[in-house]
């Protein structure tokens, strides 16, 4: 098993560098395939080093609603025109181990301890498929890295 799975730190995370698709305001697996896509074909992007991930926002997942608006993006290597600038600064890092179905329960545990902490968030969540059907096959073996940013005052 994944050591850090089902865990939550915070952390400062350095500046990222992404292609973002259009903003959808529903998800489907098409869709989402649709968008990264048209990343790949736009940006030429995609390399080994390349991550895929999808941008949420926050108020929508803390929530459990997974499904609503969402872009999807593409890890850049390096600052490029074009590119949305992730803010750096401190996030809340949580890995976890679910099925996309099961996912839901784990934003609204997070969406607790978030809670519990009287931590105060910004208005995006960054989510990543670190493990996923190409490397197990079993999707409740899926592994997830989100990412929540948390408002300049929190540490």
Do not use: M
Not at 9 to 18: A, H, P, Q, R, T
Not at 81 to 92: D, R, V
């Amino acid at each position: 098993a994944f050591d850090e799975a089902n865990t939550y730190k915070i952390g400062f995370v350095k500046e990222e560098y992404l292609f973002l698709s259009k903003e959808e305001t529903t998800f489907s697996f098409l869709t989402s395939a649709k968008l990264l896509s048209s990343l790949i074909t736009k940006h030429k992007a995609i390399n080994k080093e390349s991550i895929f991930g999808t941008k949420l926002l926050t108020r929508d997942v803390l929530k459990g609603e997974i499904n609503a608006t969402q872009q999807c993006y593409i890890r850049c290597l390096k600052k490029e025109k074009n590119c949305y600038i992730k803010p750096a600064g401190y996030y809340l890092v949580a890995y976890v181990v679910a099925s996309y179905a099961n996912l839901k329960a784990k934003y609204l545990e997070i969406a607790d301890y978030i809670k519990k902490d009287n931590l105060e968030v910004d208005k995006d969540v960054y989510e990543e498929l670190i493990i996923g059907d190409w490397a197990v096959d079993n999707e409740n073996a899926y592994c997830w890295k989100i990412s929540i940013k948390l408002k300049d005052n929190e540490k």
